[in-house]
């Protein structure tokens, strides 16, 4: 997978963790991007799916969680058992990022999550009226997680899964925070 690149020479299984996000089909499109490197379209998932991704000789298992209502209400559930966490914002529906702060904040706020590294995709920068880096920050309220005195492992890539930019590097970056 050239987008993401090969990151470790030893070969081993990793319990990656949980991808989510708002009521959409994104993360089972990023784990199609993952798993098939290819476009996947997908119904809105309805309850957990598992999928294994190579990543040069590092194997990771991921959970698409679904944003969905209802999905969200489980969230809390996969805590205990998550490795870390991958949060998917859509960059050109300004009219939810309250709802994605929201979201967000509560998870970056559970004692359960504190040292669960996490990585915000900003994802759909190549779509028309995509928000910027700074801006999307803002509005997710996460300057304090972000600066270099935090404790909090948190990444924010901006991203186009479609195109198959950005998010490559956030995903190494979660792999080297389990190393």
């Known amino acids: 997978m050239s987008h993401v690149g090969t990151v470790n020479p030893n070969p081993r299984a990793m319990h990656f963790g949980y991808i989510v996000a708002q009521n959409s089909a994104v993360q089972t499109t990023l784990a199609g991007r993952l798993t098939k490197d290819r476009l996947t379209l ?3 998932t309805s309850q957990p799916i598992h999928h294994q991704v190579q990543v040069g000789k590092v194997t990771l ?3 698409d969680l679904g944003g969905h209502i209802q999905a969200r209400r489980l969230w809390k559930d996969y805590y205990f058992s998550s490795s870390s966490f991958i ?3 859509d960059v050109t529906d300004r009219k ?3 709802e994605a702060r929201y979201e967000l904040l509560n ?3 559970d004692d359960d999550m504190s040292q669960v590294p996490m990585l915000i995709l900003g994802n759909k920068t190549d779509g028309p009226n995509a928000c910027s880096y700074t801006e999307l920050v803002q509005a997710l309220g996460i300057e304090r997680y972000l600066c270099d005195g935090s404790n909090r492992k948190l990444k924010l890539c901006m ?3 479609t195109e ?3 998010y490559g590097e956030g995903i190494r970056w979660l792999i080297q925070q389990q190393q």
Request: hydrophobic share 40%; charged share 15%.
């Open 159 to 161: 991203c186009s899964i």
């Open 164 to 166: 198959q930019q950005g």
């Open 42 to 44: 997908s119904p809105p």
């Open 96 to 98: 939810r990022f309250c």
């Open 107 to 109: 998870l970056l706020d």
């Open 87 to 89: 949060f998917i914002v």
């Open 61 to 63: 298992r991921l959970t």
